[in-house]
């Protein structure tokens, strides 16, 4: 087997056996102490006591958290895992009240394994479209003044067949949206 597929085995083990389970004592079989977590900006050594940390505030606001792999990529080093994750939003996070609703995501950590321990750990999940469906995010209304702006200078990617007014707005970086009803329709502003 090769190292890359041994990589990979680690990184599973780490979901499957830690991450699934809640049980971080088994940490320090799979995480360097030196472990360093990046979101790409910022980067923070964790270690086995930081990522156990970690794991546990995750597990208390997504008490019944599980991560299935959808497939992964290794190469050298470098083990990259798409996941789908399910979990019932318990507890408050960056401010949002608790749903009670069993939230799915998806997203992709970047992992570096080293002597068969995680010595870096990153990634990113798509959280904006489960946290809307929850009703956890409220959507601002844009100013009439931006709503005519955008009637003026754009065009609909997509219009649903049941004329719903709900469209999803974004310009230089910038969004904005109304919501009315569940389909998000894209609307591109400067074209």
């Excluded at 360097?32 to 977590?37: A, G, I, L, R």
């Excluded at 008490?63 to 507890?91: K, M």
């Excluded at 009703?135 to 005519?148: D, E, H, I, T, W």
Aim: proline share 4%; hydrophobic share 40%.
């Amino acid at each position: 087997m090769t190292q890359a597929e041994l990589n990979k085995q680690i990184i599973r083990r780490f979901i499957d056996e830690v991450v699934n389970t809640g049980n971080v004592d088994l940490l320090a079989d799979l995480v360097s102490p030196d472990c360093v977590e990046t979101d790409g900006k910022v980067r923070i050594v964790s270690g086995v006591t930081g990522m156990a940390e970690h794991l546990n505030a995750v597990r208390a606001i997504y008490p019944d958290l599980f991560l299935t792999i959808e497939r992964q990529v290794a190469e050298g080093e470098w083990v990259a895992t798409q996941i789908t994750a399910r979990g019932t939003h318990s507890r408050e996070w960056l401010g949002m009240p608790p749903s009670g609703k069993l939230l799915v995501f998806t997203g992709v950590n970047v992992d570096r394994v080293v002597n068969g321990k995680i010595v870096e750990h990153g990634g990113a999940a798509n959280m904006l479209a489960p946290f809307l469906e929850a009703g956890s995010l409220k959507p601002v209304s844009p100013s009439a003044r931006q709503r005519s702006s955008v009637r003026k200078n754009s065009r609909a990617a997509n219009t649903e067949p049941n004329g719903s007014k709900q469209r999803l707005y974004y310009s230089d970086f910038v969004l904005y949206y109304k919501l009315a009803q569940t389909n998000v329709q894209l609307t591109k502003c400067g074209e």
